[in-house]
Each structure stands twice: as structure tokens, then as C-alpha cells.
């Protein structure tokens, strides 16, 4: 008799944001005539680059020929990818990666949750609180977690580093023993950034202690502020305890074209293994590499005209950011976030809780949010507003929300 | 202390095919001078279909305008895609499923991969011997597959089910108790395919002991002979009892395009729990869909066009099958497979051993072929050829074998 993974039944309820898609299904069907205004879930808005479709052209009629045509590539990424991204994303910012140090994939989602394949499962994991759900349900799919205590909407086992006003979103190192630490910066859902200081601290301690940081900067190329480090690999040490995931998803536009990479060093050894061969291994036997036609896409995000147009879309987004922000501001909210981020952390009023200030402002200002409970109990109390939509609907929706306030 | 997940370091060696490809490059070094021809790996050579090339096209113009862009997709695959699954694939066929019994991915290998996350790790393995490595592999990365006994090339805690020339390939069903059975029909890799009365024995097996059938039929367009099941779905009860793995790699010229799509029919179910919600809930949770670019080309393999297209091609490589089958027998080899299947399985002569005739088809004929002791000890005194070749090259290439037997 076959037996199931039983961790899953161990996963409370549903996932966040489908969740949340089941409440707004059920508000739109009972109110048909209303337009939604979406700033809900992390979904860009804008087209792929003039640059990325070109490429994608070409490489579609490469494919049309048995002269072009590609058909398995390796699993890691073709070099040229692999180089333009070693080039750009690194050595332009003064940081030395090679090549097959980076291992292209189809999501910094997957490569989050797959990475846990290449640890031992009686590793202490640890995660902030609010934090990204994958990092949680992944590591309790696996057996990492322990047990769900609903009472407290937390996992036994986990080591839970709270982000709240008080620490200014930013988690202080566990006092008691971890082994995986999952970092995100600029952070998802709070906005917040990391200083060079506090990576310097965690790359510290994770060298003093044999503990790997696990480094989610799918959101560095909101960074406006000079002093911010976009890569964990900008501070001194990292190589020798960090994994750094990337994606084009947020940058370029690629959430329904999908591409993303993760930055394993040679250095980075544990048990006496290099890191980056276990996940080689993984790679090489539980995934294809990424279509061709979307790599040579997400080549030409490197390109002049693909960065010119690159940077004009985050513009974009981050003008919507800055309105978002100072909207809910002068409508007397506390906000954070959302100047080197594409998120935006506002506390609810009146201390309502976030599912509650979810359903207030989908009912009365027609808008989707995200309840910040859903991203952990230290998110109680918060929503958070992303600044992907088209500038008019976002410009309406703070319009909407400060009406209902 | 980070810990690793210690089963990777139990792998022997490199990948089989990565083995095949450090031999053939240090060949090449050697003797730059001589023009190989590669019948190993199952890569195709064929073009896509101009019916999808002209979607893919299509699609990438979608996504250059507000208007058309697609982000975030479903992660279980868009319905235009599941629909037409569902009815070309299956009702065509006589067979009822239902679009949300189908998970459209980046391919079979991935979905053959991951599937061990919805299981328990105590569940006994069973497997064809040879045997697609990917099985093997990802079960022993999970713990699943105990120890590996270099002296006899066998996991100690996997159960092998021999197929060989006695018993026509065809594996026999396990005498001990077995929990998830990987079957793969037309069978990669020695060309065998099974009869509906074989698959019938399998799934009452099944059904009777609670195993589930893990069914690998990404060979299933290559076969000609209408009495045999394109799917396990053909057989009554496989729907409490398996799950199958489709793949558009080798049907219409995927392997660098990547989509696939793996089938869990709602009445399979394990420790009261539906397969079909765990599967979900972990590509939900690990995985983040497939370019929808790549769909639109995959939906387009099952228009009027596609269909013509396709059809072409698998005469094209079943030619190539004919030729390498009628050659190889012609010199005086053993051979099996081809005629419903692109793989041919070949007997090596004098008893030869697989690696040694590999070295020597390599070196004195420049043909790369697949040794069978890679696939497992069974496929020790074989080789597989593939018929994905262009028709000029692989004719070349049984005339220079001839010559060299």
C-alpha cells in the first residue's frame, strides 16, 4: 500500500493568494458590475521589453530550422545567458561570480522550494515573520517544520525572526542554534532593505556558526539608494555561506515567461560537499533547463536597448510606489516600504485586523490587497499594496482607499 | 551546522549521460578530424512544427502589448491548453479525463522527479531493470532506495523487476510487496511496449495491494500497432491506481521548449487523501507554471495543421527506426524495439561488454551510441540507438557499424 507524504496534510488551509483569489471570485460574482482594482498579489502589468521579444522572434524562427534548431540545452543555462549574467548583474557591481556558479532555472519559486532537496531534513530552519510562504510550506512538505499550532499560526520547529515597527522591519540574529536562514531583501512583504552592516552581521554569523543563508534578492532592481547592496555577494565572506536567488520575473517582466537563476559558490562546502555540486546533481536529474526561446529573451534584458527599457518600466513601478505611499499617508496611514521596493507595508487603522481591512477594502473601495496575517503572525495588523499595476488604476485605487478610510 | 541530505553523496558516479558526453568530448579532442554521428542521447533534430512556431509567434506579439501581456499563468497550465489535452489525447481515444486531472510542466523528467515529494519515504520502489536513470536517482536522492552495491550495480532497497530477452522485455510482477511501481510503455530504453492484457495484470496488481503505477508514456505517438494502449487510462481501474507522465519532447520536438504534463485522475487516493490535491498543493507551492509563449505553441500541436505536422515527423524518426532495426540485423546483431518506439535495443556481438562496444562504435565507426549497463545490469551486453537522427546521418551511420561488425 502506497503511502503519502503525510507533512502535507500538516499544511493549514490554502495557500495565501489562493485564498485570497476564492474571496475575490466570490465578492465579483456577487457584484458583477464593480471593476476591481488589483494590488493584491505580485503580478507585473507592464509588457516584455521590445528587446526580449525580438530576441524571442528570432529564436522562434531559430527553431522553425534544422539548421537553428535547439534541442536539449544544459541543464544549467547555456553559457551565454550564464556570462551575461556573471557580467552584468556581478562584475559590473564589482562582485566576481563565474559562470557555473550560476545555475538558470524557471523561477526563483521553484529554485526556493527545490533547494531544500540538497539538505539534511534535520536542519533548524530559520524565517522571518512576515515571510514569503514558500520558504515555510516548502520546509514543512519536507519535514522540517514540525507541527502547525494553530493557536499561534506557527510551525514547532521553525525559528520564526519577527520584522515588526519596533526592529524596523529588519530580524535580529536567533539566539538559539539555526542552520538555514532565509533572507529577502528588499524584503517580501515588508519593503524593508538591508544595510551592508546588517548582511555583514548575518555573513558573520553564519560563518562563525555553519549556517547557510539562503539570499532571496528577487527585488534588487527596485534598490534606488547607492548604499544598498543588491547581491548577498557584495559583503565580504558570503561565498563561504551563501546561496543568492534571482529572477527576471520582477525586472524584466518574465512572471509568465519564467526564468530566474540561483548563485551557488564554489566555496560554499557543508559536510565536507561543495554546495554547488549536490545542486548540480539535482538539477541534472530532476529538471531540463529553460526553453531556449525564453533564454535568448532574458539575454537581451542585457542588452543597451533591453536595460534602457528595463529601467524605464521599474520607473514605472516605482512612481506607482511613491503614490501609493504617500496616498495612504496623507490619508493618516502608517506605511513603510516601497521606496527601493516594489511593496508597500501599511498598518491597518484602528488596530483591525488584516483579513478584516482585506475584506473592508475590497467591499467598499473595490481594491485587492494582500492581508499581511497571511504572511506570518507578526503580519497581523498589516496589508500589503503592490505597486505592479498600471499607474491610472493605482492612482484610482488610493483615490478609492482614502475615501473609505 | 548546515547538514546536507547525505543520499546525493550515495549516487555513484556522473549521470549516465553526462558519462556518454565526457567520453565522446575527449574522443573529439583527440581526433578533431573525424565527423561523429550521435544515436545516444534521445535528443531530436527535427524542427518544431510550423504550426507552432507560428503560435509561439503569435504569443510573443501578445506579450509586447499591455493589452495581450500574460504574467502570472495558472501553475496547473492554462485551460485552452488542459482542454485540448483532454480531448485529443484522451477522449479521441475513448477515454474519459477531466482538465483538472491534468498538470501541464516543464517536462516529464521534472514531474517524474518531483512526484516523490507527495510520497512517504518508506514506500518500497519498484523498477524496470534497465531503466530510465531518473527514477533511480531521484528516489535515492530521497532516501527511498538505501544503499548502492557497486559490486552487483543495485540500490538495496529497490526492487528490480528484469527485462530481458527471456521474457521479452516485459517485466514480471513482483513476488514481495511493492508501493509505487514506475512502468514506461513504449519503454525507454529498450523499445518494448506493452499489450492492453500486460497493463490489465498491472493495474488488478495494483488495485489489489494499493500500489500506485507511476506511467511514463512519453513515447506513446511513435506507436503504430492500433492494438496496443497509448495510455494507462485504456485500462478499466487504472484510475484508483495510476498516474501518467505525457511529454511534447519527442511527439512534437519539445526537448528544448519544454512542456510535459502528468495526469491524476480524482478517484486515486492514499491514506484517505485525494494524489490529485497533493500534486497541486506542490506545484502551487514549488512551481510557478509554464511560459505561457510555450503553451500556446504546445496547444497548437493539436490543431488540423499541428496534427499533420507532427504526424509527419514520427514518420520521419519511425523511417530512422526501420533503417537502424533492418541494418543491425542485416550485420548479424539481436535486435529489439523500433517499430513502436524510437529506441532500438541491440544485443552487443561475442558477448561483448556494453561499454567496450560503446568505446568501439565510438572510436572505429564514430557513432555514439547508449551503453545498456547505464540503464542497469540488465541493459549489461546491450546498446540503444535512438532514432532521432537526420535520415542521411543515421543511414551513414549503420553503414559505417556494418563495416566495423
Same sequence: chains 1, 2.
Avoid at 522591519?169 to 546588517?198: H, K, M, W
Wanted: with cysteine; aromatic share 10%; hydrophobic share 40%.
Amino acid at each position: 500500500m502506497a503511502k503519502i507524504n503525510n507533512n502535507f496534510n500538516k499544511l493549514p488551509g490554502s495557500y495565501l493568494f489562493s485564498e485570497i483569489a476564492r474571496r475575490v471570485a466570490a465578492y465579483s460574482q456577487e457584484h458583477p458590475d464593480r471593476a476591481l482594482i488589483r494590488l493584491g498579489i505580485g503580478d507585473v502589468t507592464r509588457p516584455l521589453p521590445a528587446a526580449v521579444t525580438a530576441a524571442m522572434h528570432k529564436a522562434v524562427d531559430e527553431m522553425a530550422t534544422a539548421q537553428g534548431f535547439h534541442g536539449y540545452g544544459p541543464e544549467q543555462g547555456y553559457d551565454f545567458l550564464r556570462n551575461a549574467i556573471a557580467q552584468h548583474d556581478y562584475k559590473a557591481r564589482g562582485v566576481e561570480i563565474q559562470p557555473d556558479e550560476i545555475f538558470v532555472s524557471d523561477g526563483a519559486k521553484s529554485d526556493c522550494g527545490n533547494i531544500g532537496d540538497i539538505f539534511h531534513r534535520d536542519n533548524v530552519v530559520a524565517v522571518c515573520d512576515p515571510v514569503y510562504p514558500v520558504y515555510v510550506d516548502t520546509n514543512a512538505m519536507a519535514g522540517r517544520a514540525g507541527e502547525y499550532d494553530a493557536t499561534v499560526g506557527r510551525w514547532t520547529k521553525l525559528v520564526y525572526m519577527p520584522c515588526v515597527a519596533e526592529n524596523g522591519f529588519s530580524p535580529e540574529i536567533p539566539q538559539t542554534p539555526v542552520d538555514l536562514i532565509y533572507l529577502c531583501f528588499p524584503n517580501n512583504p515588508t519593503g524593508a532593505v538591508a544595510t551592508r552592516e546588517q548582511l555583514k552581521a548575518w555573513v558573520d554569523h553564519a560563518n562563525r556558526t555553519g549556517a547557510v543563508i539562503l539570499y532571496d534578492s528577487a527585488y534588487e532592481a527596485f534598490i534606488t539608494d547607492p548604499a544598498i547592496p543588491h547581491s548577498i555577494f557584495e559583503i565580504d565572506g558570503a561565498r563561504t555561506c551563501a546561496i543568492e536567488f534571482r529572477s527576471f520575473s520582477k525586472t524584466a517582466g518574465f512572471t509568465g515567461t519564467r526564468c530566474a537563476y540561483t548563485v551557488i559558490p564554489k566555496e560554499l562546502e557543508r559536510d565536507g560537499t561543495p554546495l554547488n555540486s549536490l545542486w548540480n546533481r539535482r538539477q541534472c536529474t530532476k529538471f531540463n533547463g529553460v526553453p531556449y526561446v525564453v533564454q535568448r529573451g532574458a539575454e537581451a534584458v542585457y542588452s543597451p536597448e533591453g536595460r534602457a527599457q528595463v529601467k524605464e518600466t521599474i520607473q514605472y513601478y516605482l512612481n506607482n510606489a511613491k503614490v501609493i505611499r504617500d496616498g495612504l499617508a496623507a490619508a493618516g496611514l502608517t506605511v513603510s516600504g516601497g521606496e527601493n521596493s516594489p511593496y508597500i507595508w501599511a498598518r491597518t487603522p484602528d488596530g483591525m485586523g488584516s483579513w478584516d481591512f482585506f475584506d473592508k477594502l475590497l467591499r467598499e473601495a473595490n481594491v485587492v490587497t494582500t492581508p499581511g496575517a497571511g504572511f506570518g503572525p507578526s503580519g497581523e495588523g498589516y496589508i500589503r499594496l503592490t505597486a505592479f499595476g498600471e499607474a491610472d488604476a493605482t492612482r484610482q485605487a488610493v483615490e478609492r482607499i482614502k475615501v473609505v478610510l
